[in-house]
């Protein structure tokens, strides 16, 4: 009788141990992901001027000549990938080095297409919002805006 006694308070210590040991690895993992968390920046910033957008981003930006709302920057891994102008009237001009579509837009539909002083530029709309894509000298460019984009679109290739 003393043998099982000593055996049932064996497989008691044992599974007191196994809680104990169960409830601090419990009590670890809640503590771990407080210890890791990472918050992840905003990638886009804003700036101050055209100039600082341009010495961020490192090639010169073609810019309307009407009121600005902002020049914001799109920061991937510590370096500059793409710039934005928001205008006042709702406009917004992006731009990038390299080809393809920088617009952000997707489902669009072409209504026209132009060759402006060389260039191709694909006039689209989705929705109500009328925009325009071309690429120049290495950069691909995106324009919305209203009822003077055609007119907006030959300024900014001329520069």
């Not at 003393?2 to 308070?9: A, D, E, G, P, S």
């Amino acid at each position: 009788m003393h043998h099982k006694k000593l055996k049932y308070f064996a497989l008691i210590l044992a599974l007191g141990l196994c809680l104990a040991l169960t409830a601090g690895c419990a009590e670890k993992q809640e503590e771990a992901p407080a210890a890791g968390f990472v918050q992840m920046g905003n990638p886009l910033v804003e700036v101050a001027s055209i100039q600082e957008m341009e010495a961020k981003l490192g090639y010169k930006v073609p810019v309307l000549d009407k009121a600005v709302d902002a020049y914001i920057v799109l920061v991937v891994n510590g370096t500059a990938q793409q710039g934005r102008i928001r205008y006042a009237d709702g406009a917004s001009f992006d731009m990038k080095q390299g080809t393809g579509d920088v617009s952000g837009i997707y489902g669009g539909v072409a209504e026209t297409s132009e060759t402006i002083s060389g260039v191709a530029v694909s006039f689209l709309r989705y929705e109500e919002i009328h925009y325009a894509i071309w690429e120049k000298d290495g950069f691909t460019f995106c324009l919305t805006g209203g009822d003077t984009l055609a007119q907006e679109v030959a300024a900014l290739i001329g520069q």
